[in-house]
């Protein structure tokens, strides 16, 4: 589980967000596993769920004003 974790705190970091679906295609594990990890992540304060029409998840603190580019 650490090793999943590790690879989706990865991804997120080149990303302003992205769907727990994708996030899965992309570091090549099941949805199923991704949606575990993520649910501890979440629990650990290390990433947060955004719901702007459907849900994604996000590094926690990133800042996601639209319009505004961050480094």
Do not use: F
């Not at 575990?36 to 459907?54: D, M, N, P």
């Amino acid at each position: 589980m650490e090793e999943i974790k590790e690879k989706i705190l990865a991804y997120l970091a080149g990303v302003s967000k992205e769907k727990p679906r994708v996030v899965a295609e992309k570091i090549g594990v099941k949805k199923k596993e991704v949606d575990k990890a993520v649910s501890e992540l979440a629990k650990e304060g290390k990433i947060e769920y955004l719901y702007i029409g459907t849900s994604y998840i996000t590094l926690a603190g990133k800042d996601h004003t639209p319009g505004v580019e961050h480094n």
